[in-house]
């Protein structure tokens, strides 16, 4: 049990999180689980309602190996769970999961919507970890990206989108370069929120 998120919607709270199916780090098969309460002390003492996976890998295109990090969000009373997957090839792609209720059925996309796999394009090897926000006419993600090969550094990149939503990203600016001594290898793994109208 691992990489929890947490959504309140209507007086209920919504523990999301990554279920392995083996022992050790990240090991065995890894969905997307879900665990619900009516308050945040019915977790503290154990009394949440576990529903199991709601959302599990498969097929034979970019979500075929594993699901990772969700993150969620409500438009035009649609939920959207943007959620990287290791995909056939092992690489790791951001896309996305729809549906009416929080509690699923969730339904991925055919096409992830990061895909840096290419040579001329920015983050060449993987697009990871994504959070987003609504910010007026704008939803603003950020998620990290490896730039080197060999996986030894991963930065922290941004985009928005506006009336396209799920669609139309635009780059937007790294938000953290991993250039800090506490972070000189990995920044990443984010969440953002909104709050006192700030990001």
Request: hydrophobic share 40%; net charge negative; charged share 15%.
């Given at each position: 049990v691992t990489g929890?998120?947490?959504?309140?919607?209507?007086?209920?709270?919504y523990l999301f999180y990554i279920g392995l199916t083996r022992s050790g780090y990240e090991g065995g098969t890894k969905s997307l689980c879900l665990a619900v309460a009516d308050s945040f002390r019915d977790f503290l003492v154990g009394r949440a309602s576990r529903l199991g996976a709601v959302m599990r890998p498969g097929g034979d295109g970019w979500h075929?190996?594993?699901i990772w990090h969700p993150d969620f969000l409500q438009k035009d009373?649609?939920?959207?769970?943007?959620?990287?997957?290791?995909?056939?090839d092992g690489r790791e792609r951001t896309g996305y999961a729809t549906a009416s209720r929080l509690e699923g059925p969730w339904t991925l996309s055919d096409k992830p919507l990061?895909?840096?796999?290419d040579e001329d394009t920015r983050g060449n090897q993987i697009a990871i970890d994504p959070s987003a926000v609504q910010y007026g006419p704008y939803?603003?993600?950020s998620y990290g990206t490896v730039l080197r090969k060999d996986y030894t550094a991963i930065?922290?990149?941004?985009?928005?989108?506006?009336?396209?939503?799920p669609m139309g990203w635009r780059y937007g600016g790294v938000a953290l370069y991993n250039d800090q001594s506490y972070d000189s290898q990995y920044a990443h793994k984010p969440f953002l929120m909104k709050f006192q109208g700030r990001i």
């Open positions: 929890p998120t947490m959504v309140l919607h209507k007086g209920k709270y075929q190996g594993a009373g649609i939920w959207y769970c943007l959620i990287n997957c290791t995909g056939v990061l895909d840096f796999i939803v603003v993600m930065d922290e990149w941004c985009y928005t989108t506006m009336d396209e939503f």
